[in-house]
């Protein structure tokens, strides 16, 4: 049976869009909370793009490398994946083979940091601290699920009940869909913890991605290094040194 967190997160939840969810409890260390389905877990991709176009998009450069780092490794398994950059409170949403599907801003938890409190998803809301309200960071396995009203969302830690999924506008006091349209990241912090996006992004971009099959989500870290929460690397340092050893090599052959 939920516990009292996730229960609210499922119960108060908008924006019909009656996909067929596929979400599995599997915790994995540092991983999050669903696990990935085999159909697509299995898929190949042959062309890994090693940079993007961004379609006109603003990106940062922790978005990119992460971009540029999760193709040149395939830490995405063959799936299709999210970003989300918290410093600038926006969504990217990627095909499996690197190709942009959409993006757009996002509401994110009120409180700065990387990590969630230990045991947060069995707690009510009432009981939550505003320094507690954290998106926390890291490489999650999410699946689309339908919350208690038929609706769908995007799980992504479900063991700390964080999820993904159109914005809540139920309390007009937060003024959410406003955040959400004003140009600045300034005002995006507004929620426990949970990433609100605009509903026809959720219906046309997140929805689709994620049907039918599980993704990666890579929540960017605000205080902590990309080093630290993730297995990155500079994809352009990595190449850099691999052409100079392969240089030094033909060299030595030469001598």
Sequence with gaps: MPTPAKVICLGMLAASLGLQPVFAVNNTEGQGAASPVTTSSELVVSHRPKSINFEQE????????????VLDSGNNQG?????????????????ADGRLRGAAPALLGSAVGDDSVPGIGDRKLSSIRPEERTTPAGR?????????????????????????HPVITTNPEEHRAERLATPTPLDNRISYGCINVPPEFFKKVVGPAFKRTNGIVYVLPEIRTLQQVFAFYDVDERT????????DVNRAERR
């Design 58 to 69: 603003r990106a940062s450069t922790d978005v990119r490398h992460v971009f540029d780092w």
């Design 79 to 95: 799936l299709p994946f999210l970003i989300i950059d918290k410093k600038e409170a926006k969504v990217f949403v990627f095909y």
């Design 140 to 164: 999650f396995v999410a699946a689309l699920d339908l919350n208690l009203h038929g609706k769908a969302m995007l799980w992504v830690d479900y063991d700390a009940a964080i999820s993904l």
């Design 240 to 247: 850099r040194l691999r052409l100079a050893a392969r240089i």
